[in-house]
């Protein structure tokens, strides 16, 4: 009964922004750390950003951490993925996941996830 449903996506030009948004349901949401995670056409599952469960430590992938903030509203049921500046090749589903434990930055270590929302920046 755990469901993740992604929202925010769609077409953007270079540049422009957008917030993402991930709702929860099915489980005591303010008791999970949460992941976002995107995948281009071809490509490798890849780790984006996570958050703990009370919202204070968070941790981003090297390249994305200056465009990329991630935040959660407890009290929604939300995690969030800001992103700034977007970049053609920022083109991809994005998708967030309940974490499970271990690390942070393996597919792996995520034992549920939403469908994904597709993000397509023209150029």
């Not at 056409?41 to 984006?48: A, S």
């Not at 390249?63 to 939300?78: E, L, P, W």
Request: net charge neutral; aromatic share 14%; with cysteine.
């Amino acid at each position: 009964q755990v469901q993740l449903v992604e929202s925010g996506g769609g077409l953007v030009q270079a540049g422009g922004s957008l917030n993402l948004s991930c709702t929860a349901s099915g489980y005591t949401f303010s008791t999970y750390d949460m992941g976002w995670f995107r995948q281009a056409p071809g490509k490798e599952r890849e780790f984006l950003a996570a958050i703990n469960w009370s919202g204070d430590t968070r941790d981003y992938r090297h390249s994305v951490n200056v465009r990329f903030t991630i935040s959660r509203d407890n009290a929604k049921n939300t995690v969030y993925l800001q992103i700034n500046s977007l970049k053609p090749e920022d083109t991809a589903v994005y998708y967030c996941a309940r974490f499970a434990g271990g690390s942070w930055y393996n597919v792996e270590s995520y034992n549920y996830w939403g469908q994904g929302t597709q993000v397509t920046v023209s150029s």
